[in-house]
């Protein structure tokens, strides 16, 4: 069945979920997944290049990362979807259907750069420049696993992205009463029209790594450490308003509030709270 996005005149028949290799299904969830591993070590082995680094290092790290990021990825979303997994449990360690989240593998991510560099005695804060330009790439393209997926998008729109799915390809918990009263039915198949979130963070994600790549290259950075809390700022912002777009929020028990959207907030009022204060420090010791 096709996904569609009307108001651009794009119109995509037979979308897969899986392709298949010697008979075994892989999934094109994990395939993204894989290919933003890869940009991302590319990525990041450039700009150790670039600034006098020794992009082994970033091999090694991307090695580790993989582990705990996936890790992370899938403890977070569990403990935040327990009431579902409690009654599932065989399904916490299937990965087919996704359920990853890009906060837990962030938190896996960085856990390995501090193992790594606290091993070889390297410096965490210019790692982490370098690391987290590897992390935003893999998150560019690793969001478009969701759209094979047809998960992490928003409420009903008709905005110029909007994105047309077939409704028996989504999940019903997913799908709101104002995307009923908007469906379509096109050649006998209903659909419902959202907000493609998944591409609003991997556009966002895309001018960040523009920015924090410029700034890297150019040196711009007052001081070790910046461009990781400008990517902590940045990616939390815009991940703030496209948290609030979604139906499928992982919530903090008991309560309706998006605990994505809080570590955001948290993340982003922190990091540049950081940023100013380091940067006056830095002023006053010129």
């Known amino acids: ?88 449990p065989g399904e916490i360690v299937d990965l087919r259907g996704g ?9 896996g991510a960085v ?11 390297l410096s965490i ?52 009463d104002l995307m009923h009263a908007h469906e379509q039915v096109v050649d006998g198949i209903t659909y419902i029209q959202v907000h493609p979130t998944f591409l609003y963070e991997s556009l966002w994600n895309l001018g960040v790594l523009v920015l924090l790549a410029v700034l ?8 070790d450490g910046e461009i990781f809390l400008l990517y902590l700022l940045l990616y939390g912002a815009g991940r703030f308003w496209i948290e609030a777009l979604r139906t499928d929020q992982l919530l903090i028990p008991g309560t309706r509030i998006p605990v994505s959207q809080v570590l955001a907030a948290v993340l982003a009022v922190l990091s540049l709270v950081l940023i100013l204060v380091l940067r006056s420090r830095k002023q006053k010791e010129k």
Request: one cysteine or more; hydrophobic letters at 50%; glycine letters at 10%.
């Open 125 to 176: 804060r210019l790692i982490l420049d370098t690391a987290c330009l590897g992390m935003v790439t893999g998150q560019v393209i690793g969001r478009w696993g969701n759209f094979f997926n047809r998960e992490a998008f928003g409420e009903y729109t008709n905005n110029l992205l909007a994105m047309r799915l077939p409704l028996q390809d989504v999940r019903a918990d997913e799908v709101t």
């Open 1 to 88: 069945m096709s996904i569609a996005f009307p108001n651009l005149g794009i119109y995509l028949d037979h979308v897969i979920r899986y392709i298949y290799i010697f008979s075994y299904p892989v999934a094109m969830y994990g395939i993204t997944m894989a290919l933003g591993i890869v940009a991302g070590l590319a990525v990041a082995s450039w700009a150790a290049k670039k600034t006098g680094q020794n992009p082994d290092h970033y091999t090694n790290i991307a090695m580790l990362g993989v582990v705990l990021g996936l890790l992370g990825a899938r403890t977070y979303y569990v403990i935040f979807s327990w009431d579902y997994y409690s009654a599932h």
């Open 111 to 121: 856990a390995a750069v501090l193992i790594y560099c606290r091993w070889k005695r």
């Open 216 to 223: 890297t290259v150019k040196g711009k950075k007052r001081f």
């Open 99 to 107: 359920g990853l989240a890009l906060y837990g593998s962030l938190i």
